[in-house]
């Protein structure tokens, strides 16, 4: 089932969306070689709190972290650790929840740990490139795959590809709603896309090949090659006009 979101709940969904936001614009400063994957769990869980909200990935089906900090082939779901140490010319995904009121936003970015190669740097522009292709088909009365058709369309175009195992979904009293959204596929097919659907469009697309593996954790997927991954994600509404990003801090380049 698809739930269909009242103004009064788009805005508190809004007020989280603002604050995952600008946390993950932050960021950008905070990660750099030397510090651990725990660090930035810990900035993203005291940046949180500290505006009277709640991780939500905290717990959430047993996650032990109010992060996802995902390095290099790491995909999604990589558990942050003291031990883990980033290096330079790697590169950090790191995806968030903030929960206000009941109603959930989420997101996610790719960074550089200081200067990395131009293939890395490439895929990450390619992969926040992809979810602005797949916003613009975000409009009362189209499918729900005209999104991820715009989304692989981008990618590949660019010798890269789109993971298969792991998708968007719909977001809003809960972290994962109906519907999933995938980030390939034929346009013009699945639900009508309809004002009020709230939606958390995540492109992760893989430097090589899309196949993944599960890493014995349960939870770490990595590019079955080795090779690198990356990570987009904002929380979006469908509108009467044009889309409404929840997630997008306002001193980032649109």
């Known amino acids: ?41 810990d900035f993203v ?12 990935f905290l717990g959430y089906n047993g996650f032990p972290a109010s992060s996802c ?6 995909i999604v779901h990589g558990i942050p650790s003291a031990s883990r140490i980033l290096k330079e010319g790697e590169i950090v995904s790191v995806d968030i929840g903030a929960t206000f009121e009941g109603y959930v936003s989420d997101a ?9 190669s131009g293939t890395a740097a490439h895929l990450i522009e390619v992969c926040r490139d992809s979810f602005f292709c797949g916003l613009d088909m975000c409009r009362d009365g189209g499918r729900l795959t005209d999104i991820g058709s715009a989304i692989q369309t981008k990618v590949e175009s660019e010798g890269f590809s789109v993971v298969r195992d792991y998708v968007g979904h719909g977001i809003g009293r ?18 009508k896309l309809i004002s009020g659907m709230t939606l958390a469009i995540e492109p992760m697309i893989n430097e090589g090949g899309y196949d993944t593996t599960l890493l014995d954790n349960k ?16 929380t979006v509404v469908i509108t009467d006009s044009d889309p409404l990003v929840l997630t997008l801090d306002k001193r980032d380049r649109i």
């Open 69 to 74: 900090v995902s390095v290099n082939d790491e």
């Open 219 to 234: 939870w770490t997927a990595v590019t079955a090659d080795g090779k690198l991954s990356a990570h987009y994600e904002n």
């Open 174 to 191: 809960q972290m994962h709603e109906d519907p999933q959204i995938r980030n390939y596929g034929e346009p013009g097919k699945g639900a």
């Open 45 to 56: 869980r005291e940046a949180i709190v500290a505006e009277g909200m709640t991780p939500t």
């Open 108 to 116: 996610a970015r790719t960074y550089p740990v200081g200067t990395i």
């Open 1 to 41: 089932m698809i739930y269909l979101k009242s103004k009064d709940k788009i805005d508190l969904m809004a007020i989280s969306g603002k604050v995952c936001g600008q946390i993950l614009h932050d960021l950008a400063n905070v990660i750099k070689p030397g510090i651990s994957t725990q660090d930035i769990d």
